[in-house]
């Protein structure tokens, strides 16, 4: 007597299993944010040692209180880059080093539940990097934040996370047809310290790079939590949301596009096993 064939496993319950599986699988392994070391790092020693030497040196320069908060905010929503940029950026790096990047990327598994998947711990990382960063500012630097608009500050944190990480998967990206990662990571790392409006305003860079920081996604979310903080009108807050959002689903979707174009230039070249 025949016996039925199992039923083909529909398409949505293999994408969340798919990206549920590297949600919990990357951080143990190829981001590395399982450790405690790291994540207690990353979430209270980078921010305060950021933010306390970029306020030390506006200080030293002769900057008053209202540069020394400028400075302290700027550097508290920064503090982002490290687990959303330089972290998923390396994530190709690890692929490579443990010989996994080929059976990725010749398995059947959903590309958006891979990437989306790896994205999900940095986010969550980089909710709490930045949180803290804005209470060390407000301890240390006198940085006023009213429990009123601590709901506007919730939104314009979570939509700079989710841009950031996509910005570093972008990154990633391009790295998979790199030797390496970590200079194309460091270079954006100081890039957004310098271009984003992080230590000074953008109005006082030449136009072109001024240009040049507003394609950076930290800029806009750099932007958006000085205007709650600033108690700015809830239109100006919202159009930079928007900027924010767009910033987003351009780097996610550069991301995915980036990914397949060099996936086949890798997999064309030999690069995908360089490391």
Known sequence: MATALPSAVPYRSAFWRTFWANARIAPRTTLGFMRVDFVFGT????PLTQIVFFAFVVQLGGGGPSEIAYTAIGNA?????????????????HEKSQGTMEHLLVSPANRLALYFGRGL???????????VGLVYAAV???VSIPL????????????TAFAMVGFGLLLGGVALYLRTSIILGNIFLFVGLLLSGV???????PVPLQWAGDALPLTWGVAA??????????GSVAVLWGAVALAAA?????AIGLWEYFERRALATGSIARF
């Open 140 to 142: 240390l630097f006198g």
């Open 77 to 93: 929503v920064a503090t982002v880059t490290y687990s959303s940029v330089f972290s998923v950026c390396q994530t190709t790096d």
């Open 199 to 205: 230590n000074f305003p953008l109005s006082v860079l």
């Open 43 to 46: 979430t209270f020693i980078v």
């Open 250 to 254: 351009l780097s996610f979707g550069a």
């Open 121 to 131: 711990i940095p986010i969550l990382l980089s909710l709490a990097t930045v949180a």
């Open 225 to 234: 939590i000085r205007a709650v903080l600033a108690g700015e009108a809830f």
């Open 148 to 159: 009123s608009v601590i709901p506007s500050l919730t939104v314009s944190v979570v939509l």
